[in-house]
Nanobody, 119 residues
Framework: QVQLVESGGGSVQAGGSLKLSCVVSGMTDCRDVVKWYRKAPGKEREFVSSINRDGIATYADSVKGRFTTSQDNANDTVYLQMNSLRPDDTAKYYC?????????????WGRGTQVTVSS
């Protein structure tokens, strides 16, 4: 079955950097788009970034210019490089697959990795 495992979270001071990884297993031709979301206490879950199999990425305005999504398709891994981190980036970060016309059932989440940014 499909599994997603995030890693790379931790604690960092404002202005620092972290790199998150998401390993997606159990997929064949349905692993086309992987998205990053984050959830902070007291806030709604929000979109962070998206990347498709061709490497085309999109970003939320709040992280544009600071975060970069990349991938290694051969190893089924998606990355989120986070630079210039701010305290309001503190959240649990999740990666997920995305439904498509070919694979409408493809909507799986990882368990998340915590990112904490101190002032």
């Amino acid at each position: 079955q499909v599994q997603l495992v995030e890693s790379g979270g931790g604690s960092v001071q404002a202005g620092g950097s972290l790199k998150l990884s998401c390993v997606v297993s159990g997929m064949t031709d349905c692993r086309d788009v992987v998205k990053w979301y984050r959830k902070a206490p007291g806030k709604e879950r929000e979109f962070v970034s998206s990347i498709n199999r061709d490497g085309i990425a999109t970003y939320a305005d709040s992280v544009k210019g600071r975060f970069t999504t990349s991938q290694d398709n051969a190893n089924d891994t998606v990355y989120l490089q986070m630079n210039s981190l701010r305290p309001d980036d503190t959240a649990k970060y999740y990666c997920k697959t995305d439904p498509s016309r070919k694979c409408p059932w493809n909507n799986f989440w990882g368990r998340g990795t915590q990112v904490t940014v101190s002032s």
